[in-house]
């Protein structure tokens, strides 16, 4: 229930995001119509619709991209001729007389009065909608998408959208009764009736126009990247916290808890008890430890979890943290657990995450949880994710995402002086991170991740379009801000693209200080050459940690590279990389 109030709260907040803005002209063009005839068929159809085809979505695969293509064609086709009719009452009576004369046939053999056609031309209106309706993917869209890809597409997973669609649905509906107002006293005081209805047939026309040129995609872009994913995240805050648990006097009693409580401990954190922690059973290896950390052998001691995945930018920027915390605290009680939970397949790999672990210099046990066991038993959606775990074996402090450093480090010095630790409180780490692990300039940063694969590819603007599984010869001249495009022959998967031919190429228009990307070679393991330019040319002294002042660089195995991290002022660049040999495999962008 939980989890359905949060998904209609992130809908409902989709009002405040420029991502609605394209949809707007559709939903205003029913203003002062009657709501229970006109207005609510609409929203009822956009909403089932983009739950049927956001459920899609999370299943993925190749038909699913064809249908929602020509869906979108069919929708753009509709509402153009929905724009045309509002333009011209001619043109408009032309258009429903077979609708109309439907409907009749229909009332006559029913021999009930009413009017279907309203009705029904406005759910079919609500159904292109909703085929055209891209909500920002926030941190609650995340969630349900981020759940159907780990556990499943499910039942449960279409109410969650459903839930979504209806709370933006909602907001909608409140904004068009604001708007309806406002026009029917426009009709009455200045009698311009029909001035409106052309200028919202002009508004629908052109909102079909930006559509089916792709312009929208680039536009909301330079509006705002960040968009309600703050409002979105406070509402996750508030409704993700499991309620306090206080100990009951079998809990205090527990002949298994004896050991470590101490009534005369002088000193009690107030970290609330959000409840007891999870087995860490189901990871399939163990890295840097026994085959299993058990609950016996973590009694006594304070236990960071840190779920993570070695491709992820954000974890790579958070693990200096972890690290130097582990080695600090290590005397004092702290046991740090890296649960390496993988977001592609090739994070599946546990050679692969062995040499990131080497790489990273990462030295505190690393859980493989490839089956997603510890990742449900925490009920974790986040990478990354850190959970601190007393001397009981409570959870007792818990954040997600990167920074908060300062207040992470303050909760293990209290849960440390719990058992008795007399370090006391210190000064907080300060690692020296270099690279893809400095962290990022967030003031700067208008551009976010963006995945290659056509399961969750965006923003792809090379004209041939994004074929699917098979190889196909891409180009690409200019992208707009945080568009990209393909140049050679390509074959574009679910997760990563692969160049069939060497001297092929991915450009992008991004505005950050670090530009990464996740890469990797063939499944031979050649090394791949490739070359970097910014703007055309080379990137001298704003090049990355993994290439040259001249921007070559090459790749030796699957990971992110740091292409990009400007040196001087941060302002909109084109990036694009060529690679002198084939068989790269290229998966997502990253900004920081």
């Known amino acids: 229930m939980t989890l359905l109030i949060i998904a209609y709260l992130g809908g409902a907040l989709t009002i405040f995001s420029p991502c609605i803005l394209p949809i707007l002209p559709f939903v205003f063009a029913r203003a002062g119509q009657p709501f229970i005839r006109s207005t609510l068929p609409m929203l009822i159809g956009m909403s089932v619709t983009f739950a049927l085809v956001a459920t899609l979505a999370a299943v993925g695969g190749s038909w699913v991209i064809h249908a929602n293509e020509y869906g979108r064609l069919a929708a753009i086709l509709l509402l153009a001729v929905f724009g045309v009719s509002l333009l011209s009452p001619r043109a408009a009576s ?3 007389q077979p609708v109309v004369d439907f409907g009749n046939r229909l009332l006559n053999a029913s021999g009930k009065p009413g009017s279907i056609s309203t009705s029904t031309s406005s759910f079919i209106l609500g159904v292109a909608t909703g085929l055209l309706w891209a909500p920002c993917a926030g941190p609650i869209l995340g969630i349900v998408l981020t759940g159907a890809a780990l556990n499943g597409a499910s039942l449960q997973t279409t109410f969650l959208l459903v839930a979504y669609a209806v709370g933006a649905a909602t907001s909608l509906a409140i904004a068009l009764l604001v708007g309806g107002k406002i026009f029917a006293g426009m009709r009455r005081s200045l009698g311009v009736s029909e001035r409106i209805r052309q200028v919202l047939g002009a508004a629908v026309l052109a909102g079909v126009a930006v559509i089916a040129l792709g312009l ?3 536009l909301l872009a330079r509006l705002s990247y960040t968009s309600t994913s ?3 995240q406070a509402v996750l805050d508030r409704l993700h916290e499991k309620p306090a648990i206080k100990p009951s006097s079998e809990f205090a009693s527990n002949g298994m808890m004896s050991a470590v ?8 954190s107030n970290l ?9 059973n189901g990871a399939v290896e163990w890295l840097n430890s026994p085959p299993l950390l058990t609950t016996e ?6 236990v960071l979890v840190d779920f993570w995945t070695y491709s992820c930018i954000n974890c790579i920027r958070t693990v200096p943290y972890v690290r130097a915390w582990a080695e600090k605290y290590k005397d004092q009680g702290l046991v740090v657990i890296g649960v390496h939970a993988p977001e592609f397949a090739f994070e599946k ?3 692969n995450v062995k040499k990131a672990v080497n790489d990273f210099k990462i030295g505190y046990p690393v859980a493989i949880d490839n089956d997603y066991k510890i990742w449900r038993a925490f009920e974790n959606s986040y990478w990354p994710a850190h959970y601190l775990i007393d001397a009981k074996g409570q959870i007792r402090y818990h954040h997600f995402g990167e920074g908060n450093y300062r207040q992470t480090e303050q909760a293990i010095q209290d849960l440390l002086q719990e058992v008795g630790s007399e370090m006391g409180s210190t000064a907080p780490v300060t690692p020296d991170a270099k690279g893809a692990e400095a962290s990022p300039d967030l003031k700067n940063v208008r551009s976010g991740e963006t995945y290659l694969g056509y399961k969750r590819a965006a923003s792809f603007v090379s004209p041939e379009g994004l074929r699917t599984d098979a190889a196909n010869a891409y180009s690409i001249d200019e992208p707009g801000l945080n568009e990209w495009g393909l140049s050679g022959t390509w074959t574009v998967g679910a997760e990563q693209a692969v160049l069939d031919q060497a001297d092929g190429s991915i450009v992008y228009r991004f505005s950050a200080r ?5 890469l990797g070679p063939s499944a031979a393991g050649k090394p791949i050459r490739f070359q970097v330019t910014i703007d055309g040319r080379a990137p001298g002294t704003s090049h990355g940690a993994d290439t040259d002042a001249d921007g070559y660089g090459t790749v030796t195995s699957t990971k992110l590279y740091q292409l990009v991290r400007q040196s001087g002022d941060v302002e909109e660049r084109t990036f694009e990389i060529r690679f002198l040999d084939p068989g790269v495999e290229a998966y997502a962008f990253t900004f920081g």
């Open 349 to 351: 790999k546990v050679e």
């Open 514 to 518: 670090d530009l990464h990307l996740v």
């Open 272 to 280: 609330p008890i959000e409840g007891p922690a999870p087995s860490l």
């Open 230 to 232: 703050s409002l979105e």
């Open 94 to 96: 032309i258009i429903t």
């Open 261 to 268: 409580v101490d009534t005369t401990q002088p000193f009690r």
């Open 216 to 218: 929208d995609t680039g």
């Open 297 to 302: 052998q973590l009694r006594g001691k304070v």
